[in-house]
């Protein structure tokens, strides 16, 4: 399973996006970048430690818990893994964290990928997800399983409220637990894009042998050593317009890019996330990131 982001763009200050999209255990990379071309989203691992949140304005003390829908076992990449799916709650909203491990995975039969989608929920940084799964072979999302919504921790202040929201996201990770439990996955390998503050660009590394460009209008994926094709794909659609924003304001102006990358090349499986770099707009501009699974050529 993959977990993914859809972000917000912010301009230079210090802040980590919360976007969680290969990496199950690592810290969250930290993003700055230069006004007018701002990433909007890069993978990352957990939702960011307490201490560098926010504190509650006012929260009584409540008891912490925490559950996990399935475990998973610690495996290497071709071997079986299951999905899990973990939620801690606490006193306050910006105690809540939701968090994926074993991660990412592919069907063992190569034809799904599993992705643990979230929203970047600006300097709020309320946890949030939802459960994808991808048909490898069409492209396209088959399942989507919300488990929590920013919105929704932001209303629940008090400790019934809190309370009551567990009870719900609990009975939606038994139902993920359920849908996921029905698949045997398998852990592949992945890679993230990370600032080069020498370059002022973000870099993607290879993964499993395999280089990912997108290039003008075409993402290709090659044969890191050999530079065989292995995927020429159009990436036309992934072209957002223009949005406008009012009278006299710059309207919102985006450049895709990949933002992460996993490969099992047993079973010739790519997953891209592709996030939007906002080039003008600024704060304002909000756009998503896209999970994409494909087949590779033999």
Known sequence: MIQLVRSRVRVPSAWALALCALF????????????????????V??????????????????????????????????????????????????????DARGLPAVSTDGRRVAVLLRDHDGMRGFPNGALVILDVDRDKVVSKTPLLSSDELAKALTPPQL?????????????????????????????????????????????????????????????ATTSRVLLDQDARPWQLPEIPLGPGLTPCAFSPEVAALAVDRARRVAFVLV?????????????PVAPHAFRLAP
């Not at 006012?58 to 559950?67: F, I, L, N, V």
Request: proline residues 9%; glycine residues 6%; aromatic residues 4%.
């Open 45 to 98: 691992g957990d939702e960011p430690d307490a201490s560098t949140r926010p504190t509650a304005t006012s929260s009584p003390p409540t008891a912490s818990s925490s559950a996990t829908a399935q475990q998973a076992p610690s495996a290497g990449p071709d071997a079986p893994a299951s999905p899990q799916l973990e939620l801690r709650t606490g006193a306050s909203p910006y105690d809540w964290r939701l």
């Open 275 to 287: 996030a939007q770099t906002v080039t003008r707009g600024g704060d304002t501009c909000d756009a």
């Open 163 to 223: 309370a009551a929201l567990e009870a719900k996201v609990r009975a939606r990770l038994a139902r993920a637990e359920v849908l996921v439990a029905a698949v045997t996955w398998t852990k592949s390998a992945a890679a993230e894009h990370v600032w080069d503050a020498d370059a002022g660009a973000f870099s993607l590394p290879d993964v499993a042998g395999v280089a990912a460009r997108l290039v003008g209008e075409r993402l290709r994926l090659t044969d």
């Open 24 to 43: 199950a255990c690592s810290k969250p990379a930290k993003h700055v970048a230069e006004a007018g071309v701002t990433p909007s989203a890069s993978p």
